[in-house]
């Protein structure tokens, strides 16, 4: 059995069990031993992050990786294209969520939990920083009406919750994140999808209360 370590708030966890769910993997969910950011939780996990996996001794992190193993594990239905250009494309695809749309919509978290002495100031960097990669998101991606064609694929499952806990972290401070009209159709047909539609509503649920207790 596949133990998905997981914590709800995380963006990178959904991602990975939507496309578990979207494979039919088979997995158990399981919190994080010894707890999050916890010297006990390195010893399972060095890495330190959430999530990962756990198949008897094999520990993976990384939700990219992961995601890569299991595709090599269950390759059916495949949601990578047998094309090498196209695998390549939408693997580029797949991490610019990582490390860009997520890396940017992260530098707004102390805006929630610490005083920012000139928060005015911190919110339109931020606002700007968004609308930035957001444009880029817009000049990158031609969906059709998903990025690699007919079928939901390995590089779509990290955005629509993504997108969605920016947009609602941009309102939470006073600002609106600009989604460009490639960006709104390709996030409405993900969103039509159950269970893309249902993990993107279970997780704005944590992210309000998130919001709420800061
Ligand atoms: N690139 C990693 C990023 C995972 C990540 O940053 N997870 C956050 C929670 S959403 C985390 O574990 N942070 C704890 C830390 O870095 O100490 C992935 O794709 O899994």
Redesign the pocket.
Known sequence: MIELIN?P?????VKVRIYMDLKSVEYKQIPVPGG??TAEYRKHVPS????AIRIGDFVL????AIMEYLEECFPDPPMLPSDLQDRAKLRALANFH?TKLEATIRTCFPLFSQQVESRAEAVSVFDDAMADTMDRLESLIDPQPFLGGAAISLADCGYPTTIRMGERMMAALGVSMILGDKTKAWLAALEANAVVGKYVKEYLRTLDEWIEEK
């Open positions: 914590r708030i995380s963006i990178y966890g999050f950011r330190g992050t959430v999530p992190h990384d939700s990219g990582d």
